[in-house]
């Protein structure tokens, strides 16, 4: 099993609440990622990371923001949360590994519902 | 734009069907290509993955998939399939000229014993 963690797993926040979703590895891999997940849907990408100070927006637009100050930490934060943010958020971290091809391990997720 | 198409977008079968999930990828360049699966309450994890050499890869719990260049396809098979197998299972492929995984809609299956 990988070693990402996501907390909460769980959040229910009512209008305009600043909320932070917070992702952790200790697998030491340099590139991070926030996926949004719909039900019945394909996963989007909406931030990623490539190193510590490195962030980019991903193909999904979102009104969310990241930071990357520590290599095993990719916080996601959400500074006035709506009801059109309820979604399901995924991180992940992967390893450049030419020879083994690039697998991306997954956390839990933190189900969001912005009431 | 570089796309991931899954046909099947729920599948029901009975314990010992075979199951094919096909999925597509509009890439022409290098691709690795991967098949995650996500079992109720659970991560997602990786079932199996291609990106070089034999063309049929063998995953965990006796999933397989064949990468056909010509088809730009890598469907996702199991000869005979378990009611542990219910789970949502997405196909993803990675550009190597964009560095991003870009995910299938993914396909529910359930199967009943």
């Known amino acids: 099993e990988a070693d990402i963690y996501q907390t909460p797993r769980y959040l229910v926040i009512g209008t305009g609440k600043k909320i932070t979703l917070e992702c952790s590895q200790t697998?030491?891999?340099?590139?991070m990622y926030w996926y949004q997940q719909d039900p019945g849907m394909e996963l989007h990408l909406i931030h990623y990371?490539?190193?510590?100070?490195?962030?980019e927006k991903g193909d999904l637009s979102s009104e969310s923001t990241v930071s990357r100050i520590r290599t095993e930490h990719f916080p996601l934060t959400l500074e006035s949360a709506r009801p059109s943010h309820t979604s399901q958020y995924l991180c992940?971290?992967?390893?450049?590994?030419?020879?083994?091809?690039?697998?991306?391990?997954f956390g839990p997720g933190t189900r969001l519902t912005v009431t | 734009a570089q796309s991931v198409s899954q046909h099947n977008h729920h599948v029901i079968l009975s314990e010992a069907a075979s199951l094919e999930l096909g999925c597509n990828y509009s890439y022409g360049g290098t691709v690795n290509l991967f098949w995650y699966v996500q079992y109720p309450g659970q991560h997602l994890q990786l079932l199996l993955k291609y990106f070089s050499g034999d063309p049929l890869v063998k995953g965990i719990k006796g999933f397989e998939a064949e990468f056909i260049k010509s088809k730009f396809s890598f469907n996702l098979r199991k000869p005979s399939v378990q009611w542990s197998d219910t789970a949502e299972y997405f196909c993803?492929?990675?550009?190597?000229?964009?560095?991003?995984?870009?995910f299938g809609t993914g396909t529910r299956l359930q199967v009943f014993p």
């Open positions: 990371s490539y190193g510590v100070n490195s962030t």
């Open positions: 993803a492929a990675l550009s190597y000229n964009t560095d991003k995984l870009i």
């Open positions: 992940a971290s992967s390893e450049e590994s030419s020879g083994s091809g690039y697998e991306q391990y």
């Open positions: 697998m030491g891999h340099d590139k």
